[in-house]
């Protein structure tokens, strides 16, 4: 539990250096670091996206692997975004934003679900549904942050 704990501090440390304040996770690459959304879902792992295959999309600039993705993801940008932004869905149970690292992820219910690091996915795969449930409900007020 002490391993989480500093994991987190470090977190929010880290998330007020690299993340821009907003509903999307965004680096100096993009959105989520600028991997490619539908990519978790058709390839079942992370995979960067190209500058040349690229959407605007809730103030943010993603990335895509393909044109086809890109289209994917344009015709239904709800479906494959990740859930709080792709910021930490760990962190946002607890209240508050976290940065995420691409090969930290969980589809559940054919969500998206983005974490801290592997350490804190595995926290977070222990109680996801009651977590998604924490994390919805701060949602509303962690985004604005």
């Not at 440390?13 to 965004?26: D, R, T």
């Not at 959304?37 to 943010?60: E, I, M, T």
């Not at 600039?61 to 932004?85: C, D, H, I, M, V």
């Amino acid at each position: 539990m002490r391993k989480l704990v500093k994991f987190l501090a470090a977190a929010i440390i880290l998330c007020s250096c690299q993340a821009k304040s907003g509903e999307v996770f965004v680096t100096e690459n993009g959105a989520i670091g600028g991997y490619d959304p539908v990519a978790y879902f058709n390839a079942g792992k992370p995979v960067l996206g190209h500058k040349r295959f690229s959407a605007d999309w809730k103030n943010a600039t993603w990335y895509f692997s393909s044109e086809e993705n890109r289209n994917l993801f344009q015709s239904a940008p709800e479906k494959y975004s990740p859930q709080y932004g792709g910021y930490c869905a760990y962190g946002t149970a607890e209240g508050h934003k976290a940065p995420t690292q691409p090969d930290a992820w969980t589809i559940v219910n054919d969500k998206l679900y983005l974490n801290y690091n592997t350490e804190v996915r595995r926290y977070w795969m222990e109680d996801q549904t009651r977590l998604i449930l924490k994390a919805d409900s701060n949602w509303v007020v962690v985004k604005s942050e």
